[in-house]
DNA sequence: CTGGATCCCATAGGATACTG
DNA sequence: CAGTATCCTATGGGATCCAG
């Protein structure tokens, strides 16, 4: 699969190149589109922006995260561990006791972090009279 | 589903409070969580990034997010545009064309997500040596 | 060319029970 | 307390065929 896609010299339709327009993130081989999917995915941001504040313990974030499964916490709080977004100190004592918190590396991510969700806060007003305009032309054209 | 979590005025572990940490997007009934889920999926970012340069027609966004199957750019420029994301016009000739291109809207998240991204593309080096760092002890541990 | 309609599968992710 | 192990369902998303 990956007939004569872009890689076609003679191009039929287009005599300007079409295939420059890519920059960063829709090259494979690169990592970024898998690293966007990790912080982007369900949970990851949410735990990072708790993270923000101070030091949490497991129960307390699953606690603060309305509708999360343990096993989704643990997945996330690894995957970002891995990746080296938050570090868990883990204390031998008899009631285990494991801390996250957010690394220098995972505080320079929440910084932008705050940009998108101050976007999306700022605007979703917009967001959702757009979506209304949209179904309800919808709606009308379909009657 | 929700019992006793949050809202019982007597709290039985803690005496100070947990729940004041969460602040923007834990909070269900805000639509900051689907907004964000919806610009954070598998395409849209890419789209978006595609858009900003120029207006493009479907067959050249096709052709230049390698892997997309038409399903997927159809539902995801259908989810941006009722979000009011992206402008979808279609011009009544013989061969359809149907051209897309960001609205002023989609501008703006587009400034934010370039600020996403350029974090993705700065750390990234960061983030491998990471991963690498956890796998190898994760490894030396297990044997 | 630009999709809509189906079918089908892989994976994300929830519920529950068990352990150190 | 902080997970791990299983099971199971819902959804995302690919492949294919059809239509205006």
Redesign the interface.
């Known amino acids: 699969m990956?007939e004569g896609?872009?890689n076609s010299p003679s191009n039929l339709c287009?005599s300007e190149a079409?295939?420059d327009?890519?920059?960063?993130?829709?090259r494979?081989g690169c990592?970024?589109r898998q690293?966007?999917?990790r912080?982007?995915d369900?949970w990851s941001?949410?735990v990072i922006?708790?993270l923000e504040?101070?030091t949490?313990r497991f129960?307390?974030l699953r606690?603060?995260?309305?509708?999360i499964s343990q096993r989704m916490l643990t997945t996330t709080l690894r995957n970002l561990?891995?990746?080296?977004?938050i570090e868990r100190t883990v204390y031998p004592v008899v009631p285990p006791r494991v801390e996250y918190a957010l690394s220098p590396?995972g505080c320079?991510?929440h910084e932008?972090?705050r940009?998108?969700?101050?976007?999306?806060?700022s605007?979703?007003a917009?967001?959702?009279?757009?979506?209304a305009?949209?179904?309800a032309k919808a709606a009308s054209e379909r009657w």
Chains 1, 2 share one sequence.
């Open positions: 990956k896609t872009l287009s079409d295939y327009v890519l920059q960063w993130d829709v494979e990592e970024v690293i966007l999917d912080i982007a369900k941001l949410l922006a708790l504040k101070r949490l129960t307390q606690n603060s995260i309305e509708g561990e891995r990746d080296g977004i590396l320079t991510l932008t972090i940009a998108l969700v101050g976007w999306t806060e605007n979703q917009e967001i959702l009279a757009a979506r305009r949209y179904d």
